[in-house]
C-alpha cells in the first residue's frame, strides 16, 4: 500500500511538471544586435525569446512571486527591467532577487547581456527605447 501511494505521488508530481520546460541547459542562441541597441534594432527580440517566458501576464513558466503586470514582449513595460540589468542582475543575484535569467529561457550570451546594459543605460539616463 505504502509502495502504491509513493508511485501515485511521484507520478502527480512529474505530470504536474510536465507543462513547465526548461531551456537552460541548451546552447545560446544569440540575438544579433549591431549599432546601437534598441527595442527595435533586437532587444524586443531578445526581451521576447529570453525574458517574456516569465515576464508575461499568465506565464505558465513563471516561478512563484513573478510579478504578473510585467509583459516584457512590449518596449513600455520591458522598460521597468533597465534598472534591475544596470544594478548587475544578469550577472549576479540584485536584492534578494535571483540572477536572470533563470533556467526558463536559454542563458545570455557576453553579447547579449552588454547590448541589454547599454540599452538599459540609455533608457534610465538618455530616455532611450
Known sequence: ?????????IGASVIGC???????????????????????????QLM?????NCHLPGSSYAPEGTPQYTNF????????????????ILDHD???????????STPLTQNEKDALLEWAQNVMWKGGN
Open 73 to 88: 514582449s512590449n518596449s513600455e513595460d520591458a522598460k521597468m527591467a533597465a534598472p534591475w540589468i544596470v544594478g548587475g
Open 18 to 44: 510536465a507543462d513547465v520546460e526548461t531551456l537552460g541547459d541548451e546552447e545560446p542562441t544569440e540575438v544579433k544586435i549591431s549599432g546601437t541597441p534598441t527595442w527595435e534594432n533586437g532587444i524586443g
Open 48 to 52: 521576447v525569446l529570453k525574458c517574456a
Open 1 to 9: 500500500m505504502l509502495r502504491a501511494l509513493l508511485a501515485l505521488a
Open 94 to 104: 540584485v536584492a534578494n532577487v535571483r540572477q536572470m535569467p533563470l533556467n526558463y
